[in-house]
């Protein structure tokens, strides 16, 4: 099989290139996209870092068929693949609203971007065509030669996803989602890559409804087994799963092998904080976080800003008075655009994500420091109850239809609902809006792979350990 080539771009530097490449005279212009690389498992994504614009001065012709310009004016950006160890892309338009390539740009294309493997000779460098409503590329090889970007991605308050060529007929047990959302989210689901990270509690309700909603794969993320206080909160779960600790992603494997409907399921039942789980989600269209810790949170919203990946996280909590009276019951839905985060969002903060690393690494030493008094009454942040978990469940995935088809109404709308809270025992929801950026992570938007990967030196030891 192929190795796929795909294109995200976050919504700002989408529109910046729409911006500049129709000014309004409806003339072909041309621009470049500096990209980072993520390498996942079969899929080559080229993230797009910055848009940046020819100047004026450099047009030598501009019709509404054709467009020259001086390549001279390119020296510096080249420099620039040299230096950052960046991919390029070429990017032009056609006012006559069909995003093809022509003859004409085949030629040019052949000529210009090998000449970009001279600066950065890893590559891929690629070619991309903009209409108004419509976007394809492709990336060019050292010799010339062309393979096809497979999927351009946009990711803002909306999800877009230009396919190459992909049509999937209908299959009948989609026909009443088709009714009420319409084929163009169908078409969006059907083709999905979703790391959903945790498969207990909220994360087996999230997987089933993704299958049931036809999503195309689903990447299952989560180390532990069955085990019998999981069978009140987990589907299908026996108690002879948890006699023989069959592992959580294994369950959902088999539950969707009964259904006979067409979801994939990639097995991953590792830690989160693996280096090759990290590369799979990597890999991925969007994050579903179903975790019960702050620190998983965090390492999600890391993954997000590294990689251009949206993430809807799901979570749920009772709070109990000191004599076991309920205080609240809630349930909250975050969509996290890259570069975001629950740190500002002021959800939790640097003591909490400290504590809960505390826990994880020296158990004991925790206890010892909640022995002390540092915690406060009961707080269970890890409710085992089915109800509940459902409510955020079915909250997460229709966050996920909404960000698709939009339903919510205009993009002002999507803006105001970056946080849903709700709370169950009032029966009372609240939708918050957010668009500020993580000061600790704005710095890591979009720049993939790197070493230590995440920027974490812990995970670059885990790699090492492994080869």
Not at 248 to 258: D, E, N, P
Request: glycine residues 6%.
């Amino acid at each position: 099989m192929d190795r796929e080539y795909t294109i995200t771009f976050r919504y700002e530097e989408f529109n910046q290139l729409k911006q500049h490449l129709f000014p309004g005279d409806k003339k072909e212009a041309v621009a470049f996209a500096l990209c980072s690389i993520a390498q996942g498992v079969d899929k080559t994504r080229l993230l797009v870092r910055e848009i940046i614009s020819l100047p004026k001065s450099a047009y030598i012709k501009r019709t509404p068929q054709e467009v020259l310009w001086e390549t001279s004016t390119l020296i510096p950006v080249l420099g620039r693949l040299e230096k950052e160890n960046i991919c390029l892309i070429k990017c032009h338009s056609h006012p006559d609203g069909i995003a093809e390539f022509s003859a004409v740009d085949d030629k040019s294309d052949k000529s210009l971007l090998p000449s970009f493997y001279e600066w950065n000779p890893v590559g891929p460098h690629a070619s991309l065509v903009m209409c108004e409503d419509n976007v394809s590329a492709r990336i060019v090889l050292d010799d010339g030669s062309f393979k096809p970007v497979n999927c351009i991605q946009i990711i803002g308050e909306r999800l877009s996803w230009y396919r190459n060529g992909v049509t999937k007929k209908v299959e009948p047990e989609q026909q009443r989602l088709v009714q009420a959302f319409g084929e163009g989210t169908y078409s969006a689901l059907s083709n999905l890559r979703v790391a959903v990270i945790g498969a207990s509690g909220i994360g087996s309700l999230v997987n089933e409804s993704l299958m049931r909603t036809g999503v195309g794969e689903i990447v299952t993320v989560d180390p532990d087994h069955v085990d019998f206080v999981n069978l009140n909160r987990i589907l299908y779960s026996t108690k002879k799963d948890a006699q023989n600790k069959v592992n959580k992603t294994s369950l959902l494997r088999m539950s969707v092998a009964t259904t006979g409907l067409d979801t994939k399921i990639t097995e991953l039942p590792y830690d989160l904080k693996t280096p090759d789980v990290i590369k799979h989600i990597a890999g991925c269209d969007l994050i579903m976080g179903c975790v019960d810790n702050r620190e998983a949170r965090q390492i999600l919203c890391r993954i997000a800003a590294f990689y251009l990946l949206p993430y809807i996280d799901a979570g749920v909590a009772i709070r109990a008075e000191s004599k076991g009276e309920i205080e609240s019951i809630s349930a909250a839905i975050h969509y996290i655009q890259p570069g975001q985060s629950f740190l500002s969002r002021r959800i939790f903060d640097i003591e909490a994500l400290r504590s809960d690393a505390m826990q994880r690494a020296n158990p004991d030493h925790f206890k010892e420091q909640l022995n002390l008094g540092y915690v406060s009454g009961v707080d269970v942040e890890r409710p085992a109850v089915m109800p509940l978990n459902m409510i955020a469940a079915g909250y997460s995935v229709m966050e996920l239809l909404a960000r698709i088809h939009g339903y919510r109404g205009d993009i002002e709308d999507e803006k105001c609902a970056a946080e849903t809270l709700i709370s169950v025992d009032i029966g009372y929801i609240k939708q918050r809006p957010d668009t500020a950026l993580c000061t600790s992570l704005a710095r890591y938007i979009g720049l993939g792979d790197v070493v230590p990967l995440l920027g974490m030196p812990v995970l670059s030891m885990q790699e090492e350990d492994a080869a």
